[in-house]
């Protein structure tokens, strides 16, 4: 009689902190073994392969809602396999709001588009309007639903929100035990200087870099640090792009705060001069904040050392490039500042990282389990149950060869998006087998999992978001002025 339902035999098991072979023994959903000859009804070899956690990507766009109706391109389904067919278990997506509108109503529709997902999930809710509605009665409600996370803009015209709604957000946040995620850019800088490139007659998509150089998204960083420091909040900066801005979060953490930050693998491997191509073509590689250049990404391989980015995430925000909705909604020679922002990179996230990083010995295969997969889980609350080999934890494997070539293909990424800006990169290290929750959900790049098959992960309270309980004089002005400091 055999001990478990599941085993994958003969693999080399990568945790976030050792590397052994080992088999892994599974029981329904769970891991509730790892050990040498385990026996299993069903058994998957994995001989001369890595056998790592589920990729966990915390930051990704899926079919998130249009204020004018409608959805963006990328569907659950879509999205679901592309992240199967990339070794990606887990998700954290957004749950929108529009100005003027509330959270609740987005947030119901959301779910239910969600129900179609293959990969397991969750969200954060952007505050794009902090009215009184939805900061004192809107916001419990979503985390009673199982929210534990918040994402703010300090840029974009339909998103961003003032210093002041900032703090406001910042201090429901900590009443209610969230983490508040940021996009870090100056909304003012970076208009005042679009107006200024449009003026000059510079058009072309080029120019978006030209528009938001790092000191806008630095200064906006080190604002948002500061203002979460007066209301001690817990905070995650998104995508860090460049060094002086990780440099502003090393400097926070050594303060003692809890601001954690995230980059991406653009800001690895493709720069502003992807964006200085002829024609249109340029619109492919444009994303905020920009991709800067090779000495910036080489500043943000030593800050994932040293250990001040902790999160790589995929950031994936596709719009079709021949799409009448996405790349060109406004034409071919619209200006950049008319140019749908965001790139496809659900699928490509973890080869990436594994080439670029493990491959060409920048970091090793711990740090890549830990950047990927198990801190993510860890600072959004999914841990236990995510981003653990050990037993209890969910059966989320994915099953890597370390030494497969592959040139990358729109085709292979699995998406609905009909480009990928990482066409013909050469990676080394590609995943053969996805397993979620016990089963094989991909196998040799086809995914079996069906839709609705992935579940939602309600997060509640954990230790690591917990205020510091320092605040300056120990005063805590929430307490004392309208909700929140209206």
Request: contains cysteine; charged residues 20%; aromatic residues 8%.
């Amino acid at each position: 009689m055999s001990d478990y339902e599941l085993v994958v035999a003969g693999g080399t098991v990568v945790t976030a902190s050792d590397v052994f072979r080992a088999d892994v023994g599974i029981v329904g959903e769970r891991i509730v073994a790892v050990g040498l000859d385990l026996k299993g009804e069903r058994r998957v070899e994995a001989d001369g392969l890595l056998v790592m956690p589920g990729g966990v990507d915390s930051h990704c766009h899926i079919e998130q809602l249009k204020e004018a109706g409608g959805a963006d391109e990328e569907t659950w389904i879509s999205g679901s396999t592309s992240a199967l067919a990339g070794g990606t278990t887990s998700v954290i997506t957004f749950s929108t709001q529009f100005k003027g509108g509330g959270i609740l109503k987005p947030l119901a529709e959301y779910r239910r588009r969600a129900s179609q997902a293959m990969v397991d999930y969750s969200f954060h809710q952007i505050i794009s309007d902090a009215s009184d509605e939805v900061i004192l009665n809107e916001i419990p409600e979503a985390v009673a639903s199982g929210i534990r996370s918040l994402k703010v803009f300090l840029t974009y015209e339909d998103a961003h929100i003032s210093d002041r709604d900032f703090l406001r957000v910042l201090a429901a946040a900590r009443h209610h035990g969230l983490l508040v995620t940021v996009h870090c850019e100056n909304y003012e800088a970076i208009n005042w200087r679009t107006a200024a490139l449009l003026a000059a007659g510079h058009v072309e998509p080029k120019y978006h870099a030209w528009s938001r150089p790092p000191m806008i998204e630095r200064e906006a960083t080190h604002r948002a640090i500061a203002l979460a420091e007066l209301v001690d909040t817990p905070i995650q900066i998104f995508h860090v792009s460049c060094p002086e801005v990780a440099a502003e979060i090393a400097q926070a953490q050594a303060r003692g705060l809890k601001v954690w930050g995230e980059t991406c693998p653009q800001y690895f491997v493709l720069s502003a001069k992807d964006m200085d191509r002829p024609g249109f073509e340029g619109a492919k590689f444009m994303c905020s904040p920009s991709p800067r250049d090779a000495q910036a990404s080489a500043g943000l391989w030593d800050m994932v050392r040293m250990g001040t980015l902790d999160v790589i995430s995929s950031d994936h925000s596709g719009w079709g490039y021949m799409s009448p909705v996405g790349k060109r909604v406004h034409g071919t020679n619209a200006p950049f500042s008319d140019i749908p922002n965001g790139i496809p990179g659900l699928g490509s996230r973890l080869p990436l990282l594994f080439s670029e990083g493990v491959g060409k010995g920048r970091i090793d295969l711990c740090q890549f389990v830990r950047l990927t997969s198990a801190n993510p889980a860890k600072l959004f609350g999914l841990s236990p149950r995510k981003g653990r080999i050990a037993p209890g934890a969910d059966a989320d494997l994915v099953l890597w060869d370390p030494k497969k070539q592959v040139t990358i293909t729109n085709a292979l990424m699995q998406h609905t998006i009909d480009y990928t800006p990482y066409e013909g990169m050469e990676v080394t290290g590609w995943p053969v087998a996805t397993i979620r929750r016990g089963a094989v959900a991909m196998q040799d790049g086809k995914v079996l999992a069906q839709p609705g098959s992935g579940q939602f992960l309600a997060r509640a309270p954990y230790d690591m978001i917990k205020p510091t309980g320092r605040l300056p004089f120990g005063f805590d002005a929430s307490l004392h002025a309208p909700p929140y400091s209206k």
